[in-house]
């Protein structure tokens, strides 16, 4: 048995009944339960967040408990808590997961010497093609369902995701405008407004998981449209 220590934010923070996970400021020190490498412990460890993330899908945050997680791996919730020490830390811990196998935005190349329109294009097929995937369509869903209730899931789902996407395009709008490709503006409105180009369309029957006959066309002309609009209110020349 190995002690680990992990931070969370402080208002993730629970200690458990029986004191097993003493607290050091905002860190909690938690139990792994592994065997040599370690292997156990991260095979158990995405197990819960497996199990999590379907019991949210289905379920809804409110309605789902770290009780009846505990119960479909398997194991006590004592258990459960050594890995994640409150509801919202593995929520914080299912969003990560979605967004690291999901999230191809936060990651696509943004080349400064790309001409303006074919990576307009190209960043807003590798947006869509994210924001279109199941698993992120439903975690949008489910953060919208239950953000009058439980608020705080909104901002761990935008800090981990939307935020990041939006700034990570803003700096190459910022670096655009200082080598005279787009106007002079304010850079994360730039970034807002082509993102939300983008979902003007197909999106918004997607998140409503209405219909959309010839799909993959309705994407390609979102775009073209999107990149036509941006490049009219941003553009030089």
Same mark, same amino acid.
């Given at each position: 048995?190995v002690?680990?220590?992990?931070?969370?934010?402080s208002?993730?923070m629970?200690r458990?009944k029986?004191?097993?996970s003493?607290m050091?400021g905002d860190?909690?020190?938690?139990?792994?339960?592994?065997d040599?490498?370690?292997a156990?412990?991260a095979?158990?460890r995405?197990?819960?967040?497996i199990?999590?993330?379907?019991a949210?899908?289905?379920?809804?945050y409110?309605s789902t408990t770290?009780?009846?997680?505990?119960?479909?791996?398997?194991?006590?919730?004592?258990?459960?808590?050594?890995?994640f020490?409150s509801?919202e830390?593995?929520?914080?811990?299912?969003?990560?997961?979605?967004?690291?196998?999901?999230g191809e935005a !936060? /990651?696509?190349?943004?080349?400064?010497d790309?001409e #303006?329109?074919?990576?307009? %294009?190209?960043f807003?097929?590798? @947006?869509?093609?994210?924001? !279109? /995937?199941?698993?992120?369509?439903n975690?949008?869903r #489910?953060?919208?369902?239950? %953000?009058r209730?439980?608020?705080? @899931?909104?901002?761990?789902?935008y800090?981990?995701g939307?935020r990041?996407?939006?700034?990570?395009?803003?700096?190459y709008?910022a670096?655009?405008?200082?080598q005279?490709?787009?106007?002079q503006?304010?850079?994360?409105?730039?970034?807002?407004q082509?993102?939300a180009?983008c979902q003007?369309?197909?999106?918004?029957?997607?998140?409503?998981?209405?219909?959309?006959?010839d799909r993959e066309?309705q994407v390609?002309?979102?775009?073209?449209?999107?990149v036509e609009?941006?490049?009219?209110g941003?553009?030089?020349?």
């Amino acid at each position: 048995m190995v002690w680990q220590v992990r931070t969370w934010p402080s208002h993730c923070m629970v200690r458990e009944k029986n004191g097993t996970s003493p607290m050091i400021g905002d860190r909690l020190i938690t139990r792994a339960f592994q065997d040599g490498d370690g292997a156990h412990g991260a095979k158990r460890r995405r197990q819960i967040i497996i199990a999590a993330t379907e019991a949210f899908f289905a379920n809804g945050y409110g309605s789902t408990t770290m009780t009846s997680i505990a119960s479909k791996v398997g194991g006590s919730k004592t258990t459960l808590w050594s890995y994640f020490p409150s509801k919202e830390a593995l929520f914080a811990a299912v969003i990560d997961d979605i967004i690291e196998t999901r999230g191809e935005a !936060l /990651s696509v190349d943004l080349p400064d010497d790309e001409e #303006l329109r074919p990576f307009l %294009a190209r960043f807003g097929a590798v @947006l869509m093609a994210t924001l !279109l /995937s199941e698993p992120i369509l439903n975690l949008h869903r #489910l953060v919208i369902g239950e %953000a009058r209730r439980f608020p705080h @899931l909104a901002e761990l789902f935008y800090e981990r995701g939307p935020r990041r996407g939006k700034a990570r395009l803003a700096d190459y709008f910022a670096r655009a405008m200082h080598q005279g490709r787009l106007r002079q503006g304010d850079p994360a409105v730039a970034a807002q407004q082509f993102a939300a180009l983008c979902q003007a369309g197909t999106y918004q029957f997607a998140i409503m998981n209405l219909p959309i006959p010839d799909r993959e066309a309705q994407v390609a002309a979102d775009i073209e449209y999107a990149v036509e609009a941006f490049t009219r209110g941003w553009a030089l020349g």
